[in-house]
């Protein structure tokens, strides 16, 4: 036996013992690093995991759009892309790349099937959308992390964040999924109702635009040219005004007494203007202003109709400055790019609020256009119109009566009173064999029977301030609730 046989013996001995070691430790600290710690550490390697966490927020109301940007994105050629949801207990904050990359989450986080959130990306279809998902990927780029975080109860932001790359590669990647962001939005060219969801953030319906004629919108002649010409001819003469060095942003105010149909015309342009991005601002929502505009200017051309803009002439924005968010509502017009494709649509019955804060901040509104009540002519056609369906048989000496009788109510009231006669005639017999004059002469007596004020004040017949008791009108509760939300309507028709 030679002295080196048991050295070279000791020393190899020494070598798998110290490789016995580190296998206990590592698979000791294994144990402790949870599965996800564990999937990104071995997928990214030493030189991957050295690199910054780079994260960009978007505004929640994306998710359904990165969603659809990534679904591109993975399917470009030369890519694999291994997905993994991972889940934390409840009441734990979700944590972030750079905690998972650092094997710091607070929380304890294990791998899951991904967890979606189901949006809706079109009238009637809706995507799952990834809420809190690793993408474990592989390109040219090399290997890398995305993790996507959605908005959720404990989580309000939408982020995307790349782990594995250098900064300005990890930027670029961000960058790509931007552009088909731009490209491949899912809200461009329809009609959207804007809300506001229970963390303050903007939600968007898709909305199916109405299906409204022109002959079903009764205005004199004039007005309804007006008012197409400015919302929709300069559409139509887009590259000609761009060309003579004009502006296409524009601004159009329609206000008058309630019930006139201010917005019946509005839905009814939204309805012409196919190909535009149309988003409708009402009540609450119209503080969401300027996010919505910014919206619509990535979406031009486009559409944005704010309904009864009075309803937030005297609301004040929180915060030091308190500005009124009418205000605010106008400078976010302003804001906008006076090349960019965009209509602004307002709508108020009280123009007497609006005209101090127009008037402050000229340019906004060019073109003001006062709906009024409907004259003698316009009464007949709204009853033609409302009838239609309806099995009338009313004499030229009936309709006359009618439109008389109706002097100073509005076009909702003459929509009423053909409901109300119908309910005349089915009360008379069941089978609707007609309605007649007299059917139409009950439920006009009734209409305006002294006693039902209230119900003529909410169909917008116009009060003789005369006959209101001092203080203006007294409503009773079902009356109040009708009215709820809408309170600028009572003040139209006090005495001053
Ligand atoms: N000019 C009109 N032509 C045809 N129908 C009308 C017209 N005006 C109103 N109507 C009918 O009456 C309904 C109520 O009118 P609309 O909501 O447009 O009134 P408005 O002027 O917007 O009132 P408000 O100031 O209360 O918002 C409409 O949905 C429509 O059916
Ligand atoms: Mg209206």
């Not at 491949?184 to 635009?209: E, W």
């Not at 040219?225 to 139509?236: C, K, N, S, Y």
Request: overall charge negative; hydrophobic content about 45%.
């Amino acid at each position: 036996m030679s002295d080196k046989a048991p050295e070279a013996e000791v020393r190899e001995f020494a070598v798998a013992f110290r490789a016995f070691l580190d296998w206990i430790s590592n698979s000791a600290r294994d144990e402790e690093r949870n599965e996800v710690d564990v999937l990104l550490a071995e997928f990214l390697g030493a030189e991957g995991m050295a690199h910054s966490v780079v994260t960009r927020e978007l505004p929640p109301l994306e998710h359904v759009n990165l969603q659809t940007a990534l679904d591109a994105w993975c399917a470009r050629p030369g890519r694999t892309v291994d997905i993994h949801g991972i889940t934390v207990p409840p009441h734990h904050a979700p944590p972030n790349l750079q905690q998972l990359v650092t094997a710091e989450s607070m929380a304890p986080v294990r791998l899951a099937a991904p967890a979606l959130a189901d949006l809706p990306n079109g009238p009637g279809s809706t995507l799952g959308c990834l809420r809190s998902a690793i993408l474990l990927v592989t390109d040219p780029l090399g290997s890398y992390v995305l993790f996507i975080q959605g908005p959720g109860d404990h989580h309000p932001s939408l982020e995307v964040e790349v782990a594995g790359l250098p900064v300005e590669t990890a930027q670029g990647v961000l960058a790509e999924l931007d552009a088909l962001r731009a490209e491949l939005n899912v809200y461009r060219g329809h009609m959207l109702d804007v809300s506001i969801g229970p963390m303050g953030n903007v939600v968007l319906g898709f909305g199916a635009p109405p299906g409204l004629a022109r002959d079903d919108v009764v205005l004199p002649g004039l007005v309804l040219d007006r008012i197409e010409r400015h919302a929709l001819g300069v559409a139509a003469h887009r590259d000609a005004l761009l060309a003579a060095g004009q502006h296409l942003k524009r601004g159009l105010l329609l206000y008058g007494p309630p019930g006139t149909g201010k917005t019946h015309t509005t839905r009814y342009l939204l309805g012409q203007m196919t190909g535009y991005t149309r988003l409708v601002l009402t009540g609450r929502s119209l503080v969401a202003v300027g996010p919505v505009t910014e919206l619509a200017r990535a979406l031009q051309p486009a559409v944005v109709v704010l309904e009864d803009v009075d309803l937030v002439a005297e609301d004040r924005t929180m915060g030091p400055r308190s500005s009124p968010v009418l205000f605010d509502l106008l400078d976010s017009m302003d804001g906008a790019a006076a090349d960019a494709d965009l209509l602004f649509l307002l709508t108020t019955n009280r123009a007497d609020l609006l005209e101090p804060a127009l008037a402050a901040r000229p340019g906004r509104v060019d073109v003001a256009v006062e709906i009024d009540l409907p004259d003698a002519a316009a009464r007949e056609r709204l009853l033609t119109l409302y009838g239609r369906g309806v099995p009338l048989a009313l004499t030229e000496a009936d309709v006359q009566a009618a439109v008389e009788r109706t002097d100073g109510t509005t076009a909702s009231f003459l929509k009423e009173l053909i409901r109300r006669s119908v309910l005349e005639a089915l009360h008379d017999d069941p089978a609707l064999p007609a309605v007649t004059g007299a059917h139409l002469t009950r439920a006009l007596d009734d209409l305006l029977d002294a006693a039902q004020g209230v119900t003529r004040t909410l169909l917008g017949v116009g009060v003789d301030p005369a006959t209101l008791p001092a203080g203006g009108l007294s409503m009773d509760s079902d009356a109040m609730m009708m009215t709820a939300g809408r309170r600028s309507r009572m003040v139209y028709i006090r005495p001053h």
